[in-house]
């Protein structure tokens, strides 16, 4: 699946729960935002986060952490251009 971002997009928070592996590339640029999470409660469906890690995809492949896996993707509006983003591999 292809993903295309427009300038200022961004997706929500998510994981690819189910998949150990991702690979994906990035025609231009979009910023990652990884996050780790702290405290799950389940009955109320809510968690605490923070953001330890932040990188710009510019092209080289990069990977979902497993260790990690919340994270979200932003196309910045200093980019000031269309990127599109697609999945090399996945393993389950």
């Given at each position: 699946?292809?993903m ?7 997706s929500?928070?998510?994981n690819h ?8 590339r ?5 910023r990652?935002q990884?996050f780790r999470?702290?405290?799950?409660d ?8 923070f953001l330890?890690d ?15 896996p919340?994270?979200q ?10 990127a599109?983003?697609y999945p090399?591999c996945?393993?389950?």
């Amino acid at each position: 699946m292809t993903m295309c971002w427009e300038i200022g997009q961004f997706s929500a928070f998510h994981n690819h729960r189910g998949q150990n592996w991702l690979d994906v590339r990035a025609d231009r640029r979009v910023r990652v935002q990884n996050f780790r999470v702290d405290e799950r409660d389940a009955v109320c469906g809510t968690s605490t986060s923070f953001l330890p890690d932040t990188y710009d995809m510019t092209g080289a492949p990069a990977y979902v952490n497993p260790l990690q896996p919340v994270h979200q993707v932003l196309n910045l509006a200093e980019f000031n251009q269309r990127a599109v983003r697609y999945p090399m591999c996945t393993r389950s």
